[in-house]
């Protein structure tokens, strides 16, 4: 098939009229890169439905044809989820357009949101109404909740809410045959089997297309404290992590890791940021404590705990951000590293987990591993460590124009290699899509290969959703 035939294109712009369907170069163009710009795709047109009527619609028309479908939110994917091939054989399913937040119930502790609507409008709905929605990531002002739930995201909130597949009590999904899931109902108790919900919430579009999802609230922050920490080695912080864990148990709920060649990076690439503490510290850590109103703040706790790991020789300096804007500053150095990596040179990005209390040591290790094998390469491990899981990322020689395309994929098969043997995970949170989905197939435990395989198979057998993300090819 060279094109999706005339006929059920011209179907599909009668039925979604102008401002659903476009065939415009121009318009398209913005959504055929991903957001790192790694891959560039091409499409017969994109579609823009308003209702889940109007999703089932198109969904049944393209799965008749045999059209394939890329399902897309904000365009925000770390791994190319988002973005069809290059063949220009796929439509775009944007679901930008369904941007409602059907309900927000203070008393159920739950929103429903339909698959557009932006995470920091979420979020801002939900502070009105004295509520939170406790996920929050670097994309907030453009990742859509049906990207979150199909790519089950995480970010920095994790420690103590989980994942995004803690927060979906219900999903409403079009089914690769055109046939509507609506499971929306907030149950907490449901035994009918297999969970379909979970089944779609990470699948990447590869098995429906999340229209809604009900998700759980928690009550307003009434204070937080954000903290930065300087220390010898990521084995002193896990150390300050246990120590927390025991002394203020749920209250924090932020802990993430930052070596200091990430923060040297910040500081000369990002305008604005400043040095957090007065001396050098090989690591850092940023931690944030909330409380609920009405109850105390966590400010004594914390300054407590600090001083005590202070006294065990665990931390070598502290500061508490005594105001807002302080808090927000040391924030900003976090959520900037990404963007000071970018700036500063070709690095092979990896994303990875293993069981939390191995990870300093992996990092350590594994950093060493990849330094002797490789010439002239750094390794900036930071992150989620509370989860364990860091961005263990490795930058390439400087001025080498090549090096990500010849001699990246090496250093990410050693990398991967060595989070196989530590038994962890090679897409701890930013989802396979494109990006890994070779190195799934390599590295992948057979039988659980198979499974998913079927899986597919059996929902998709046309193979239309989102081809070449996720599923390795057999
Ligand atoms: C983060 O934790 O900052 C992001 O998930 C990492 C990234 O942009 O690689
Ligand atoms: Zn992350």
């Given at each position: 098939?060279?094109?999706?035939?005339?006929?059920?294109?011209?179907?599909?712009?009668?039925?979604?009229?102008?401002?659903?369907?476009?065939?415009?170069?121009?318009?398209?163009?913005?959504?055929?890169?991903?957001?790192?710009?790694?891959?560039?795709?091409?499409?017969?047109?994109?579609?823009?439905?308003?209702?889940?009527?109007?999703?089932?619609?198109?969904?049944?028309?393209?799965?008749?044809?045999?059209?394939?479908?890329?399902?897309?939110?904000?365009?925000?994917?770390?791994?190319?989820?988002?973005?069809?091939?290059?063949?220009?054989?796929?439509?775009?399913?944007?679901?930008?357009?369904?941007?409602?937040?059907?309900?927000?119930?203070?008393?159920?502790?739950?929103?429903?949101?339909?698959?557009?609507?932006?995470?920091?409008?979420?979020?801002?709905?939900?502070?009105?109404?004295?509520?939170?929605?406790?996920?929050?990531?670097?994309?907030?002002?453009?990742?859509?909740?049906?990207?979150?739930?199909?790519?089950?995201?995480?970010?920095?909130?994790?420690?103590?809410?989980?994942?995004?597949?803690?927060?979906?009590?219900?999903?409403?999904?079009?089914?690769?045959?055109?046939?509507?899931?609506?499971?929306?109902?907030?149950?907490?108790?449901?035994?009918?089997?297999?969970?379909?919900?979970?089944?779609?919430?990470?699948?990447?579009?590869?098995?429906?297309?999340?229209?809604?999802?009900?998700?759980?609230?928690?009550?307003?922050?009434?204070?937080?404290?954000?903290?930065?920490?300087?220390?010898?080695?990521?084995?002193?912080?896990?150390?300050?992590?246990?120590?927390?864990?025991?002394?203020?148990?749920?209250?924090?709920?932020?802990?993430?890791?930052?070596?200091?060649l990430a923060l040297q990076l910040v500081l000369r690439h990002v305008d604005g940021t400043r040095q957090p503490?007065?001396?050098?510290?090989?690591?850092?850590?940023?931690?944030?404590?909330?409380?609920?109103?009405?109850?105390?703040?966590?400010?004594?706790?914390?300054?407590?705990?600090?001083?005590?790991?202070?006294?065990?020789?665990?931390?070598?300096?502290?500061?508490?951000?005594?105001?807002?804007?302080?808090?927000?500053?040391?924030?900003?150095?976090?959520?900037?590293?990404?963007?000071?990596?970018?700036?500063?040179?070709?690095?092979?990005?990896?994303?990875?987990?293993?069981?939390?209390?191995?990870?300093?040591?992996?990092?350590?290790?594994?950093?060493?591993?990849?330094?002797?094998?490789?010439?002239?390469?750094?390794?900036?491990?930071?992150?989620?460590?509370?989860?364990?899981?860091?961005?263990?990322?490795?930058?390439?020689?400087?001025?080498a124009s090549n090096w990500l395309k010849e001699e990246a994929p090496g250093v990410t098969a050693f990398v991967h290699d060595l989070v196989v043997?530590?038994?962890?995970?090679?897409?701890?949170?930013?989802?396979?899509?494109?990006?890994?989905?070779?190195?799934?197939?390599?590295?992948?435990?057979?039988?659980?290969?198979?499974?998913?395989?079927?899986?597919?198979?059996?929902?998709?057998?046309?193979?239309?959703?989102?081809?070449?993300?996720?599923?390795?090819?057999?």
């Amino acid at each position: 098939m060279a094109s999706p035939p005339q006929d059920l294109l011209d179907t599909l712009a009668a039925r979604l009229g102008p401002k659903g369907f476009t065939r415009d170069p121009r318009e398209m163009e913005p959504w055929l890169v991903d957001w790192r710009k790694r891959y560039t795709g091409a499409a017969a047109a994109m579609l823009s439905p308003a209702s889940t009527e109007e999703v089932a619609e198109v969904v049944r028309l393209c799965n008749e044809a045999r059209v394939p479908i890329v399902p897309q939110g904000g365009n925000s994917s770390m791994a190319g989820g988002a973005t069809p091939d290059a063949s220009g054989l796929a439509v775009i399913l944007s679901l930008r357009r369904m941007s409602r937040i059907r309900s927000l119930s203070p008393e159920s502790n739950t929103a429903v949101c339909e698959a557009g609507v932006i995470l920091s409008n979420l979020h801002e709905a939900a502070a009105e109404e004295g509520r939170r929605f406790p996920l929050t990531l670097g994309a907030k002002g453009s990742a859509t909740i049906g990207g979150l739930v199909s790519t089950n995201a995480g970010g920095t909130q994790v420690l103590r809410f989980g994942t995004m597949r803690n927060l979906v009590q219900g999903i409403e999904a079009v089914l690769p045959d055109g046939s509507i899931y609506s499971g929306l109902a907030p149950l907490k108790k449901d035994n009918r089997g297999y969970d379909l919900k979970h089944l779609l919430i990470g699948a990447e579009g590869t098995l429906g297309v999340v229209t809604a999802a009900s998700l759980k609230l928690v009550p307003a922050v009434g204070s937080r404290i954000v903290a930065w920490v300087g220390l010898a080695s990521p084995e002193a912080a896990l150390s300050l992590l246990r120590l927390l864990d025991e002394r203020m148990s749920d209250a924090v709920e932020g802990f993430e890791l930052v070596p200091d060649l990430a923060l040297q990076l910040v500081l000369r690439h990002v305008d604005g940021t400043r040095q957090p503490l007065q001396g050098s510290h090989a690591w850092h850590v940023l931690i944030e404590a909330t409380a609920p109103a009405g109850s105390p703040s966590p400010q004594d706790a914390l300054g407590e705990v600090l001083e005590a790991a202070f006294s065990k020789d665990m931390v070598e300096d502290a500061a508490i951000a005594a105001m807002e804007a302080q808090a927000e500053a040391f924030w900003r150095i976090r959520d900037s590293i990404s963007e000071a990596e970018q700036k500063s040179g070709a690095a092979a990005k990896h994303d990875v987990s293993v069981e939390v209390s191995k990870m300093p040591r992996f990092i350590v290790d594994a950093a060493a591993a990849v330094e002797r094998r490789f010439a002239d390469v750094r390794v900036i491990a930071f992150g989620h460590l509370g989860d364990g899981n860091v961005h263990f990322n490795v930058q390439g020689p400087d001025g080498a124009s090549n090096w990500l395309k010849e001699e990246a994929p090496g250093v990410t098969a050693f990398v991967h290699d060595l989070v196989v043997e530590a038994g962890g995970s090679i897409s701890a949170e930013h989802g396979i899509g494109q990006l890994r989905l070779a190195e799934l197939g390599r590295l992948e435990n057979p039988g659980r290969l198979n499974a998913v395989r079927a899986i597919k198979k059996a929902l998709d057998p046309n193979g239309i959703m989102n081809p070449g993300k996720l599923v390795p090819l057999a």
